[in-house]
């Protein structure tokens, strides 16, 4: 009489495992991670899809499924960081003067150095000469913001919740102490870059709420 395998008779018995199916946005925001890891690790030429589909736990072919090449990767990663900007820009435009002005937006915007937001922006500054056309892409994207923002700052002069000032007529200076805290962040670290970090937003408060609060 054949003796029968008992460890064929567990695989007989033993329920197969099923496969877990992410929703497509979840899986799209996985690659998109794992392109940022490896883009930041390694630059924009040399990370490949392999790696890419590799870190995100899926094949190549399920990356395709998503975005066309790297570079729409790249771009997707651009897109999200122009649309959150947006997002916060829009937190003023029910504002009633200009000390809640500079509140919400001092607020959001050292708030969105992320960890993410200061990896995307390291990119632009080290490969975007490797993808001119994104590049050029992004930036009409961003003008086209940065005009949005100066008519809703001349809305509030003209509506006299906030003075005219050189700061209103480029109201797009008032991201610049923001930039170079993304910069130290980017140089120093962020650990060793917070205690500078928290100083340049509170002075940066002081200097709008001077330059911005009628009759001061």
Do not use: C
């Not at 877990?20 to 490896?38: H, K």
Request: charged residues 25%; positive net charge.
């Amino acid at each position: 009489m054949k003796k029968k395998n008992p460890s064929a008779s567990l695989a007989e018995v033993a329920p197969k495992k099923k496969r877990t199916r992410l929703p497509l946005e979840v899986r799209r925001q996985q690659i998109l991670e794992a392109a940022l890891i490896e883009f930041s690790a390694l630059g924009f030429t040399a990370a490949s899809i392999a790696r890419i589909a590799r870190r995100a736990g899926i094949s190549k072919a399920n990356v395709y499924v998503h975005f066309a090449n790297k570079d729409d990767i790249f771009e997707t990663l651009l897109e999200q960081l122009m649309s959150r900007s947006e997002s916060n820009w829009s937190l003023l435009r029910d504002v009633e003067n200009a000390d809640e002005l500079v509140e919400r937006l001092v607020d959001f915007a050292y708030g969105g150095l992320t960890d993410d937001t200061i990896a995307i922006a390291r990119l632009l500054i080290t490969e975007g000469h490797r993808v001119p056309h994104l590049l050029a892409k992004w930036d009409a994207g961003n003008m086209q913001g940065r005009r949005e923002r100066q008519a809703l700052i001349d809305g509030f002069v003209a509506a006299g919740v906030v003075k005219s000032s050189p700061l209103t007529e480029n109201f797009n200076l008032v991201m610049a102490p923001v930039v170079y805290s993304a910069v130290a962040q980017m140089v120093m670290g962020k650990e060793k870059a917070q205690s500078e970090l928290q100083a340049i937003k509170e002075t940066h408060r002081k200097l709008l709420t001077l330059l911005l609060r009628p009759g001061e």
